[in-house]
């Protein structure tokens, strides 16, 4: 996978523990991470038909349900409810746990003519998204707390190689 390649060097230092990688692809993070994808390749120890409603389907199929650590590279855009995605996969990281998403960044790749993409994600707009509707910055309109805390951002950045800015990351702790 040429995305972990990439990132990984920025990344190491999370990949702590019982790693699960999501959408994993041809190549995990790691090779002792616990790949999950809908496609069957060797790196693959559970092969799903959709990457919603995970805790439930690795429970019935015996897999554990909570990780040290979830990454996830140029996955997370494939799925129409962003909200629900991050909402799940968070769940499967334990308490004090990293949650690593590698988006590609607008305007350094055309998402408009890949037909799997439903996201356009642009760093600067996605980290505040993911900083309001996670992290507990978020306020109704009474001026409020919307919602909790479930994550809270420890690093984030373009993926910085040859001066282009083709994905970039977010590296959560799990609250």
């Not at 390649?5 to 995990?28: A, F, N, P, W």
């Not at 790691?30 to 060797?42: H, M, Q, V």
């Not at 092969?47 to 650590?69: I, N, R, V």
Request: proline share 3%; hydrophobic share 35%.
């Amino acid at each position: 996978m040429v995305e972990g390649i990439k990132i990984k060097k920025r990344i190491e230092q999370y990949l702590i523990g019982h790693v699960c990688d999501i959408g994993c692809g041809e190549s995990s993070i790691s090779e002792s991470a616990f790949g999950i994808d809908g496609r069957d390749f060797p790196c693959v120890s559970f092969k799903t038909d959709g990457l919603y409603g995970l805790k439930s389907k690795l429970e019935a199929a015996g897999h554990p349900t909570e990780f040290d650590c979830l990454f996830s590279s140029h996955c997370a855009e494939h799925l129409p409810d962003m909200y629900r995605t991050i909402d799940e996969w968070s769940d499967l990281v334990k308490s004090g746990g990293y949650f690593i998403l590698y988006l590609p960044q607008s305007g350094s790749y055309n998402n408009y003519e890949n037909p799997e993409h439903f996201h356009d994600t642009e760093y600067r707009s996605f980290l505040f998204w993911i900083t309001q509707a996670f992290c507990g910055a978020a306020k109704n309109y009474k001026g409020e707390k919307y919602a909790p805390a479930k994550i809270e951002i420890v690093e984030s950045g373009l993926d910085i190689e040859e001066n282009q800015h083709y994905s970039f990351f977010i590296v959560a702790k799990k609250i």
